[in-house]
Each structure stands twice: as structure tokens, then as C-alpha cells.
């Protein structure tokens, strides 16, 4: 196993998600780095070096695989699944049956849901200042 839930916790949209730690370096996580926020072991793979950083939140169904890296206050939740080496950041979202896998990164406010499937090198941002 390379992360536990611990018994800080937060309530998002009437769930519980519990902040992780790492059990084990791996990648740039230390053991004892605190991650952000799931709903159950469900959400994150023990596999592969994928994370939730930050204040980086994933539940409902949301799942985070392979190397995928979810940062500050990104979300993924009802379906969405973020796997590959695809990163969510900033305030970005996947949810829905939305996918992102691949080198796809999503920033900003950039939000992807429905029944997209964006795989590849893309970069989705949404940025209130332009």
C-alpha cells in the first residue's frame, strides 16, 4: 500500500473525504506527505505513481490511476476517471463520464465533462483574464 485515508476530514457536496498520506516514498512523494482529499480507496489507486496533492479533491465515483497527478483545488467525481499521465490543476474539473488520459492536462477553470474522452498531448484552460 502506498497511502492511507487519516482521520482529517472534509464534507464536499454531503460526502466525507478523509486526506491521504503516503505510506512510502515514491516519485516526489516523501512517506508521511499528506495529499488532498478522497471519498474511499476507491478514488485513488495504491498502483503506479498517481497522487492527489494539495487540497485536490476526488469522490463520488471519481478515479485517479496510473501516473495522474490531481493539484490545489482540482476536483474529479462523479465518474470522471483521470489516468496515464494526465494532470488536473488549479481550480479544473473532470466529472460526468468525462475521461482525460494521456499527456492531457487541464488548468485553470477548464472543466470536462459529459461523455468526453480527451486523450494525447491537449491542454484545456479556462482563463477569466483573457
Given at each position: ?82 489516468s496515464q499521465c ?45
Open positions: 500500500m502506498k497511502y492511507k485515508l487519516t482521520n482529517d476530514t472534509i464534507t464536499v457536496a454531503s460526502r466525507t473525504l478523509y486526506r491521504i498520506e503516503a505510506l512510502k516514498d515514491f516519485k516526489e512523494i516523501k512517506k508521511y506527505d499528506l495529499g488532498g482529499y478522497i471519498e474511499s480507496e476507491d478514488n485513488l489507486s495504491q498502483e503506479g505513481n498517481c497522487w492527489v496533492h494539495d487540497d485536490a479533491r476526488v469522490y463520488s465515483k471519481g478515479r485517479v490511476q496510473d501516473n495522474a497527478q490531481i493539484y490545489n483545488n482540482a476536483q474529479v467525481f462523479d465518474n470522471g476517471k483521470v494526465a494532470l488536473v490543476a488549479q481550480s479544473g474539473a473532470v466529472a460526468g463520464n468525462g475521461q482525460i488520459s494521456g499527456y492531457v492536462v487541464v488548468l485553470g477553470e477548464g472543466f470536462v465533462a459529459g461523455h468526453a474522452n480527451l486523450t494525447g498531448n491537449q491542454t484545456i484552460h479556462w482563463d477569466i483574464y483573457k
